[in-house]
């Protein structure tokens, strides 16, 4: 078995032989693997983890209002750039480009309601908040030609990529494309928390600073509820908070979101991956970790040049074991959240749950284009008439899990303002101006078709067959 120094050494020449990217791309992956190499694993002793105080976690009802002045708030703005992280594909929805090009409502993809919302800042007050996208080689050719349907409106679109590092072969630790694989498969794009060196690298760092922006909002371009918060801007502001992390409470469904906690005083993200066994259903209780990570982050771009010029945001590495073609690979990924420890003065905000309305999956997509919501200056709104703080859960059957075969099962999407639960499984199909109500279960026996006619009111019901309907 090779030694961690022999794998280096072999490894180190592989990369300098890689034509397709950088030198910053090639410091940057040789870095991470010897981190990893040298077992630097961030050890977390639970009984050193404290709960957060409300200093630490700021209640977002506590934050000042919003200064009413439009030339104050004009102020706020022009400190103000939006970073969206653009590098998934909606592979998982059966889609072939950028994720954030998929429709989400009234015709509107991710990307117009970002733009939207954006456009509707600057008209109103005369600011200049740019919009910039973090790409991946995955996602950049299709983005470059998406944004130029912008180019009539009033910001500024600016689009780089996050760095390209090779997957390394398990069994001999050398870059897929140096045996041949030059192809995307050879490649991945290394989490998002290389968003940090990817903005210095791309030199949009030193630009934004340049036009004397202070504060990134990096969000994911698949979130319609990370949108601009005046209100947390201006608390950044004026307590000079170097780094926020936008946390909402939990619920049983958010096993995955990491949460915040203080330790050997500082502030610190806590993922499932760092704990230990023994601990695992602790961490996934609600009563003692309350709160997870949104992944809606603002950070001070004075203190990001200051920490990767001085190369200290090392974050914890993330293995991802995958296969390519049978053969066994691994990608070393990082999360920009947990870059929250290197930060002076960092604190989390528990914002409400209507900050964090993810699009993963076309169940997702179902609560976001029924008429739970509505659409405002591309703002999607939730609809008052829904008494229960809480959305329906949702669980589509694999026969709905691709966006175009999810689309053609529904005539019309279903009423959903009064359902708590819904399960759908099975050759189903839905007519027109449908009601679901209550605790909703249709899952149609095999080789049977069901079809739920135009006009249906189902409440409390499950149902197999024609005969249940």
Same mark, same amino acid.
Not at 21 to 45: C, D, M, P, T, W
Not at 115 to 137: A, C, D, R, T, W
Not at 280 to 287: A, G, Q
Not at 365 to 390: H, M
């Given at each position: ?19 397709? @990217? ?10 991470? &693997? ?30 000042? =209002?919003?200064?009413?002045? $439009? ?6 703005? $022009?400190? /103000? ?33 970002? &733009? ?25 050719? $299709? ?32 870059? /897929? ?97 760092? &704990? ?81 309305? =993810?699009?993963?999956?076309?169940? $997702? ?28 859960? @949702? ?28 399960? &759908? ?24 078709? /069901? ?19």
């Amino acid at each position: 078995m090779a030694t961690a120094t022999e794998k280096l050494s072999t490894l180190q020449p592989a990369v300098a032989g890689l034509n397709e @990217i950088s030198e910053n791309e090639k410091s940057g992956f040789i870095n991470l &693997v010897s981190r990893y190499l040298s077992g630097e694993a961030q050890h977390v002793e639970w009984s050193k983890i404290q709960t957060p105080t409300d200093e630490v976690v700021v209640p977002y009802d506590t934050l000042a =209002p919003t200064p009413d002045d $439009d030339s104050e708030v004009k102020n706020l703005l $022009d400190k /103000l750039a939006v970073l969206k992280l653009n590098g998934g594909l909606g592979t998982t929805m059966g889609c072939t480009g950028p994720k954030s090009v998929i429709e989400v409502r009234d015709g509107l993809t991710f990307l117009d309601l970002i &733009v939207i919302q954006i456009e509707n800042l600057n008209s109103k007050y005369g600011s200049n908040v740019p919009l910039l996208l973090m790409n991946s080689f995955n996602t950049h050719d $299709d983005t470059q030609k998406i944004i130029e349907k912008y180019q009539n409106s009033n910001i500024e679109i600016h689009t780089f990529n996050q760095s390209q590092y090779p997957r390394l072969v398990v069994e001999d630790f050398v870059p /897929l494309p140096s045996k041949g694989r030059t192809d995307k498969d050879g490649w991945y794009p290394p989490g998002h928390g290389d968003v940090f060196p990817s903005l210095s690298n791309s030199g949009k760092l030193d630009a934004l600073l340049s036009q004397g922006k202070e504060y990134v909002f990096v969000a994911n371009s698949d979130n319609l509820g990370a949108i601009v918060d005046l209100k947390i801007l201006h608390h950044l502001i004026q307590n000079k908070n170097e780094y926020c992390m936008e946390v909402t409470p939990k619920t049983l469904a958010d096993v995955k979101g990491g949460t915040l906690i203080s330790y050997e005083e500082r502030v610190q993200l806590l993922e499932i991956a760092q &704990v230990e066994d023994e601990h695992v259903n602790e961490f996934k209780s609600i009563e003692k970790f309350k709160i997870f990570n949104t992944n809606n982050l603002w950070v001070n771009l004075n203190a990001v040049k200051r920490l990767v010029e001085a190369d200290a945001l090392k974050m914890e590495i993330i293995p991802n074991p995958k296969e390519v073609d049978g053969i066994k690979v691994l990608q070393l990924e990082t999360a920009a959240g947990a870059a929250i420890r290197f930060f002076d003065k960092a604190i989390g905000i528990n914002v409400p749950r209507s900050r964090f309305l =993810p699009v993963k999956a076309t169940s $997702d997509l179902l609560l976001v284009q029924s008429d739970l919501y509505t659409l405002e200056n591309g703002f999607v709104i939730r609809n008052k008439a829904r008494t229960n703080p809480e959305n329906p859960s @949702i669980e589509l059957g694999p026969e709905f899990k691709k966006v175009s075969n999810f689309l053609g099962r529904f005539k019309s999407i279903p009423s959903i303002v009064e359902l708590d639960t819904l399960k &759908v499984a099975g050759d189903v199909w839905f007519g027109a101006g449908v009601i679901l109500k209550g605790k909703v279960s249709i899952v149609a026996k095999p080789d049977v078709k /069901l079809e739920v006619p135009d006009g249906a009111v189902i409440a409390d019901k499950e149902i197999n067959g024609p005969e249940d309907l």
